[in-house]
């Protein structure tokens, strides 16, 4: 997601953020419930700890304030898995003491992330606030990886599934996340209004964002072949098998 500087300046018009943030916290409460039950009815006891601070739905389609949840109803949570199988890579680091995370510090040689900087959104920091965030909501793609470690706050990233349709990403101190070039995607804060994320890069930070319609671009095409067109052929491999089990069994 392109950032740009940011400068300090006062905040000219926050609407209903006492409001909407009230709304959030009893949807984020109300999102660990839920998970938690649908873990314990599919009989999972195993704990992944990223789900702490990394979690994912599909969304559904209101006009409403983009800050808040926009969760379907029922609610469809999605599987950190399945988000690996669309591309999107999550980690869960130690937002407190990045500079000594080894963790932090494997990732960056492993995948030669040579350049780090932080951008802070809030309204505090960020000139016409309102009409700002709503240009980081613009669907986009970048021709490179897009990497972000939160570090404080949180915050949304929405990513298109192999159906093109919007999963909706939450990403809260110590998660972090990779989106791979080529991949449709917005960014947008919640309704706390603040988020400050190290940004990772290979080499320069050179990061520009292309606006949906861009499916001629190569990263676009590599997109498409290495997860979007490989995971509906597993999907059309599953459901297959499982006719075939059926058909064996009542034969």
């Given at each position: 997601?392109?950032?740009?500087?940011?400068?300090?300046?006062?905040?000219?018009?926050?609407?209903?953020?006492?409001?909407?943030?009230?709304?959030?916290?009893?949807?984020?409460e109300?999102?660990?419930?839920?998970?938690?039950?649908?873990?314990?009815?599919?009989?999972?006891?195993?704990?992944?700890?990223?789900?702490?601070?990394?979690?994912?739905?599909?969304?559904?389609?209101?006009?409403?304030?983009?800050?808040?949840?926009h969760?379907?109803?029922?609610?469809?949570?999605?599987s950190?898995?399945?988000?690996?199988?669309?591309?999107?890579?999550?980690?869960?680091?130690?937002?407190?003491?990045?500079?000594?995370?080894?963790?932090?510090?494997?990732?960056?040689?492993?995948?030669?992330?040579?350049?780090?900087?932080?951008?802070?959104?809030?309204?505090?920091?960020?000139?016409?606030?309102?009409?700002?965030?709503?240009?980081?909501?613009?669907?986009?793609?970048?021709?490179?990886?897009?990497?972000?470690?939160?570090?404080?706050?949180?915050?949304?990233?929405?990513?298109?599934?192999?159906?093109?349709?919007?999963?909706?990403?939450?990403?809260?101190?110590?998660?972090?996340?990779?989106?791979?070039?080529?991949?449709?995607?917005?960014?947008?804060?919640?309704?706390?209004?603040?988020?400050?994320?190290?940004?990772?890069?290979?080499g320069?930070?050179?990061?520009?964002p292309?606006?949906?319609?861009?499916?001629?671009?190569?990263?676009?095409?590599?997109?498409?072949?290495?997860?979007?067109?490989?995971?509906?052929?597993?999907?059309?491999?599953e459901?297959?098998?499982?006719?075939?089990?059926?058909?064996?069994?009542?034969?």
């Open positions: 997601m392109y950032l740009p500087d940011l400068v300090v300046a006062p905040l000219l018009e926050v609407d209903n953020v006492v409001h909407a943030t009230t709304r959030i916290y009893e949807s984020q109300q999102n660990l419930v839920q998970l938690k039950s649908s873990k314990m009815q599919m009989g999972s006891t195993e704990k992944d700890d990223r789900e702490e601070v990394l979690q994912a739905w599909y969304m559904d389609d209101s006009d409403e304030d983009q800050r808040l949840p969760h379907r109803n029922p609610m469809e949570f999605v950190l898995e399945k988000l690996a199988g669309i591309g999107v890579l999550s980690w869960r680091l130690d937002a407190d003491n990045y500079e000594t995370d080894d963790d932090l510090k494997k990732i960056r040689e492993s995948r030669g992330y040579s350049y780090t900087d932080f951008r802070e959104v809030c309204p505090e920091n960020l000139p016409n606030y309102e009409k700002t965030i709503k240009t980081f909501f613009r669907e986009h793609l970048h021709i490179d990886e897009e990497i972000r470690f939160c570090v404080a706050g949180s915050c949304y990233y929405d990513v298109r599934d192999i159906n093109d349709c919007w999963i909706r990403v939450m990403v809260k101190k110590g998660g972090m996340i990779i989106l791979p070039a080529g991949m449709y995607h917005r960014f947008t804060l919640d309704a706390n209004n603040h988020v400050k994320v190290m940004r990772l890069f290979v320069d930070p050179i990061w520009t292309y606006s949906r319609p861009h499916d001629h671009l190569p990263a676009r095409k590599e997109y498409l072949e290495s997860f979007v067109h490989k995971a509906a052929e597993n999907t059309l491999e459901k297959n098998c499982s006719v075939t089990g059926k058909a064996s069994r009542e034969g």
